[in-house]
């Protein structure tokens, strides 16, 4: 199972950005797929998710200012993010929990991370 993240990069407050992540060896159209972000010194949060009945979760942070979505034909998730404000700047994971396509075994799963810089 790989989880590839892209789309992140150096954006001034009030800008947009779009995250992609991409999987191969699971699908993202039956399991519960999300974004989580790292800022230095601090945990990993939740910032989005798409559980298994299509439902949407988002942070009280990024609520109205971030959408997630995923396309599940090209088995990719997206976050769309407007009015990025400087405490958005973090690294931003992929994420699904799922049973793996050949082998069957459940895990949970992480994209390698793709940096989201706001500058003030």
């Known amino acids: 199972v790989q989880l590839q993240a892209s789309g992140g990069g150096l954006v001034q407050a009030g800008g947009s950005l779009r995250l992609s992540c991409t999987a191969s060896g699971i699908s993202f159209s039956i399991n519960a797929v999300g974004w989580y972000r790292q800022a230095p010194g601090k945990q990993r949060d939740l910032v989005a998710l798409i559980n298994t009945a299509g439902a949407l979760t988002y942070a009280d942070s990024v609520k109205g200012r971030f959408t997630i979505s995923r396309d599940n034909a090209k088995n990719t998730m997206y976050l769309q993010m407007v009015s990025l404000k400087p405490e958005d700047t973090a690294v931003y994971y992929c994420?699904?929990?799922?049973?793996?396509?050949?082998?069957?075994?459940?895990?949970?799963?992480w994209g390698q991370g793709t940096q989201v810089t706001v500058s003030s």
């Open positions: 994420n699904t929990v799922g049973r793996a396509l050949q082998t069957g075994r459940f895990g949970n799963y």
